[in-house]
């Protein structure tokens, strides 16, 4: 079984339609069919996570694609509540951020972000970005419940 047989369930907590459409964009041109579940703010990545509020048929992510400066709740609130929560710990969150800020670099890893990536300016780099993310998750990760 690999997961190009069985596309990851990803989960894009961000804002800006421009960089929705880029990281949709990005998973296309590497060919892999994920599907990519798109939410706009820190309440509502919770309420997909929780399965409440009109996503109670959601999926439990494989991977959390995560922005830091979301309205309501901020990316640092909702990686915190993800990371302390033993249901939802386990899920792969990659914080995707324009912020290169070492403090927030910092702490997204005392929270226990499993990667950091600042999204670069340019769009073909951030597609690239993405691409490299895909890889990684796809081919080199073992993802806990995928075999």
């Given at each position: ?8 369930e ?5 804002d ?14 590497n060919?892999v ?7 706009r703010?820190?309440?509502?990545a ?9 996503h109670s048929g ?16 901020d990316?640092r ?15 792969p969150?990659?914080v ?10 910092l ?10 990536v ?30």
């Amino acid at each position: 079984m690999t997961t190009l047989e069985h596309p990851l369930e990803v989960l894009l907590v961000e804002d800006d339609a421009g960089d929705e459409l880029m990281t949709r964009e990005a998973f296309e041109d590497n060919g892999v069919r994920h599907t990519l579940h798109v939410v706009r703010d820190g309440q509502e990545a919770l309420d997909f996570l929780y399965r409440r509020e009109g996503h109670s048929g959601a999926p439990r992510p494989d991977l959390v694609l995560l922005d830091l400066n979301l309205p309501k709740y901020d990316g640092r609130e909702v990686l915190k509540r993800i990371k302390t929560d033993p249901e939802l710990a386990l899920i792969p969150v990659v914080v995707l951020t324009t912020s290169s800020a070492e403090e927030d670099v910092l702490r997204s890893y005392t929270l226990h972000a499993n990667a950091y990536v600042t999204k670069p300016v340019d769009a073909d780099q951030f597609i690239d970005a993405v691409r490299q993310i895909d890889d990684f998750f796809v081919q080199l990760v073992r993802l806990p419940g995928r075999g």
